[in-house]
């Protein structure tokens, strides 16, 4: 399960809108306290949301402490069809990936509680971070695992998921404005080549998916 939870948070990891966030809300008015309250939110609904779909998984035929239920073969395979077909997508369409969306120039005036607010909202209201937390929170409640290693899988997946932003936001904490030119151009490559970075570990983590599911029929 360990193996199988990697490859979704590194989708969530090396997503822009992951990413390029945590270092926008650098450049806001209060750097420390508005990076730190995102980083809190962001962390928070992570971790939320994949534990929601935890429990989640008991209302389908799986849940603590019981055997994998057996759609869960044919629920990852489905899974990893649809994810290598996305990774295909997003390489055909990498070209028009290349810049942030507009809506991200209010990072440059946010605040620490608007910061934290923006955070967890952006959790819910990504598709590809909300699909890879509910692919996560099932997969850990599918395993057959105890309360404890349950919550041991959800802290092992968030810890990976969340690491792209905490790494800027503690360094600039650490460092301060010295660190400005070098997120600037994380940001910048970042947007040239997330589209690639991400269609490649979709289609990576589609076909380890199916793998499992095929292996478990």
Not at 179 to 187: E, G, S
Not at 200 to 217: C, N, Q, R
Request: aromatic share 8%; proline share 7%; with cysteine.
């Amino acid at each position: 399960m360990l193996a199988e939870l990697i490859p979704l948070a590194l989708v969530v990891a090396l997503s822009p809108l992951s990413i390029i966030p945590a270092v926008l809300v650098l450049q806001s008015p209060r750097p420390r306290p508005t990076s730190l309250a995102f980083l809190l939110g962001w962390i928070v609904g992570l971790a939320v949301v994949t534990q929601l779909f935890v429990e989640v998984s008991s209302l389908v035929g799986g849940g603590l402490d019981r055997p994998p239920p057996p759609w869960a073969s044919w629920a990852r395979v489905v899974a990893g069809a649809l994810l290598i077909t996305f990774g295909l997508y997003k390489w055909l369409t990498r070209k028009s990936s290349e810049h942030s969306p507009k809506w991200m120039s209010s990072f440059a005036s946010i605040t620490p509680p608007r910061a934290a607010v923006t955070a967890l909202v952006l959790v819910v209201v990504n598709p590809k971070v909300l699909f890879m937390c509910a692919a996560a929170g099932l997969a850990i409640g599918t395993e057959g695992l105890d309360r404890l290693g349950a919550e041991l899988g959800v802290l092992y997946y968030v810890v990976i998921a969340g690491f792209s932003v905490v790494l800027p936001i503690v360094a600039y904490a650490v460092s301060g404005d010295r660190l400005d030119p070098t997120l600037a151009r994380v940001k910048d490559w970042m947007e040239a080549q997330h589209a690639t970075l991400v269609a490649a570990i979709l289609v990576v983590l589609g076909a380890l998916v199916l793998y499992k599911g095929l292996h478990g029929m």
